[in-house]
């Protein structure tokens, strides 16, 4: 058999990735350019990170972004791996087809839709709109997605692992606590990492819900690039761009490096 | 408990000091009232009735589906029953959750903490109970060294051979020291050479520690090697609960002596009983007797069963009695290694197998394929079955 790749799969591929990712290089690369004028190549230079530095409003816009995204992020994963294992173990309590239904709305329900019925519930409620209710709106959208990753893994694993733990004198939570969470951690893990990036990325349902005093950093480009593209934009972009990579290639490490372990030891099976 | 120390005492059950069973005074360890356990409409467990006593190696055995390892983790509390009681020493256990049960169970699949080392596994359900860490370790020590793996403290389970697992799985069972210690299936997974060695270290163990085991298993050799008593079950009932010579020997019903071994069954009417035996007229004609009596009257259709191993084959002599004695055509010859087994299609039309033993090496065969012989067994061979 032929190994590697034919002319044609090693075109098909770059083409792939060009479509994918010139924009983004183009980006990184302008971001190092040393013209005021976005458009014209004036040489190298990092002047607007250092520019960057100096951005207080932008600078405030990323870390509230962070917090946001840290927040919600760790609300999402733990209710998302609740939901998993209730979806998971319960059986078919009544009111299971309805409740994985409405878990996983979010999902199909256009982001418009979910930002403008979140801002109906918050005026409703007359709370406060700014940083807390866009971290709530965050938790709200990106727990489904934590739950369809840990599902999955759920799906996978061994129930007979946990009873194993409660017949050894684990009480159920414990069981859980000790022996399931330790080894569905990769798809926990994984499923923040996700959940952590779709906030840093949220725009329209951020702007829903924000108020005076929390501006994330999406809000604050878009805000910024209405009035023309500034270089800057160029340099936090990268800054983002580079954050977010390093998140997606440890969730994928982490996946994979227990994949391995967990595939050496069924693979040597009795 | 009188107990024999000797190991081959424990073998096929034959533990004459020990027959708890047999004394009506004898309290049970484990009792099932009546248990039933339904999944939606389907029975799993059908009204079981079980008493199982302190020491004792019980096996429960059926095909697949017939409802044992349901009956298992009704008792380590996996399940609730839909009906009856389950009692441990005298205590109906239904509302104890599986976490508080003096019972363990190994899991088929061993069920081994990936995440966590041998020592770790061993120390998992000690370190529940909140012992001192001394003792965790002596204890620790203790098992591995009961099952042979000192020195294996620090692997993780993926390094270990199927052997090796299914030993860690039996120390960290075992180091809670259980009233009851459930097994399921905890030979299928080795290889078949293996099993049998693991088998013997099951009854020296079981001997050792003087625990209560119940292992669920399909393969009826394990539970004739390992159980002093064995409970058929089929559909989610006991069929038939007995020591496993009594089980061979004098099985209940045509559904055990077929699942049990091998067996010739031929159909037949009752034609006296009495002190000196039965006499039955076969359906496709001979005469048949057995040495025991039957209470059933006269004419009535039952079923003669005849281990193949208990049948006589000769070349055919005019002579033959004809009690018990069959002339025929040897159809096929089986050649298993320490015995060959004889397919013979009677005159009458039935086919009936003779196993004999290789006790020579056979370059040539008295008896081949195609040959006239005669099969005939003694009365004491035939047992009758009513059902």
Partial sequence: MRRGLSAFNVTSIALGLAFLYLPIAILVIYSFNASRLVTVWGGWSTRWYVALLHDSAMLDAAWTSLRIAFLSATAATVLGTLAAAALV?????????????????????????????????????????????????????????????????????????????????????????????????????????????LSLDDLVIASFTTGPGATTLPIRIYSEVRLGVKPEINAICTIMIAVVALGVVAAALIGKRTELARVGADGRGG | MARDGTGNETLGGARASFAPWTDPAARPLVRFEAVAKRFGVVPAVDRLSLDIYEGEFFALLGPSGCGKTTLLRLLAGFERPSEGRILLDGQDIADVPPHHRPVNMMFQSYALFPHLTVAGNVAFGLKQEGLPKAEIDARIAEMLALVKLEGFEQRKPHQLSGGQRQRVALARALAKRPRVFLLDEPLAALDRKLREDTRFELTDLQDKLGLTFIIVTHDQEEAMTVADRIGV???????????????????????????????????????????????????????????????????????????????????????????????????????????SIYKVKLDNGLIMKAAVANRTRLVERPIGSGDRVSLSWEPTASVVLTR
């Avoid at chain 1, 939570?173 to 000790?178: D, E, M, N, P, Y």
């Avoid at chain 2, 045509?254 to 067996?263: E, P, T």
């Avoid at chain 2, 010859?333 to 320490?338: E, K, M, Q």
Wanted: with cysteine; proline share 6%.
């Fill in chain 1, 89 to 197: 173990r319960a059986g078919r309590f009544h009111g299971r087809t309805a409740f994985s239904a409405m878990v996983y709305a979010p999902l199909v329900m256009p982001e418009i839709i979910t930002g403008l019925s979140l801002l109906l519930l918050f005026v409703a409620l007359d709370a406060d709109r700014g940083f807390w209710t866009v971290t709530l709106a965050h938790t709200t959208v990106t727990m489904c997605f934590v739950t369809i990753v840990v599902q999955s893994r759920l799906l996978s694993f061994d129930t007979s692992l946990e009873e194993a733990a409660m017949d050894l004198g684990a009480p159920p939570l414990r069981a859980f606590l000790t022996v399931t969470l330790p080894l569905i951690f990769p798809a926990v893990a994984a499923g923040w990492m996700l959940a952590f990036t």
């Fill in chain 2, 233 to 339: 079950m089929s559909r989610g009932q006991l069929v038939q609960v007995s020591t496993p010579s009594e089980l061979y020997e004098q099985p209940n019903s045509r559904w055990v002596a077929d699942f049990i071994g091998d067996v010739n069954l031929i159909e037949g009417r009752v034609a006296s009983t009495g002190p000196q035996g039965t006499e039955i007229k076969g359906e496709a004609g001979g005469r048949l007797r057995a040495a025991q009596t039957v209470d059933v009257p006269l004419g009535t259709l039952v079923w003669v069963a005849v281990r193949p191993e208990k049948v006589s084959i000769a070349a055919e002599t005019p002579s033959m009695t004809t009690e018990n004695g069959f002339a025929g055509t040897v159809l096929d010859i089986g050649y298993l290694g320490g015995v």
